[in-house]
């Protein structure tokens, strides 16, 4: 028995474009917190939605071009700090 309706065109295509905004704002959210869990995030909802033909390839690229940065920030962190975390030092 199917509790739920058959996937249709219409729904699939908006589950894409709400994969695509969603990978672009976790990218951008990612650059200030969380980058080492929010940065993949972005990159497999980015390359998902593109996978899937959204309309909106424009902003899964930006969503995962954000991942990638967000893990090339958490890198540099870690190599600048030797630590997980921003530190303000005042």
Do not use: Y
């Amino acid at each position: 028995m199917r509790l739920t309706a058959p996937p249709s065109a219409a729904t699939g295509r908006r589950d894409t474009e709400g994969m695509a905004v969603a990978s672009f704002v976790l990218g951008l959210v990612g650059l200030l917190v969380l980058n080492l869990v929010l940065g993949p995030l972005a990159i497999v909802l980015a390359c998902i939605a593109l996978k899937r033909d959204t309309p909106r390839r424009f902003r899964a690229r930006l969503g995962l071009g954000l991942g990638i940065a967000d893990l090339v920030v958490f890198a540099v962190i870690v190599s600048l700090h030797g630590g997980m975390s921003w530190q303000i030092t005042g």
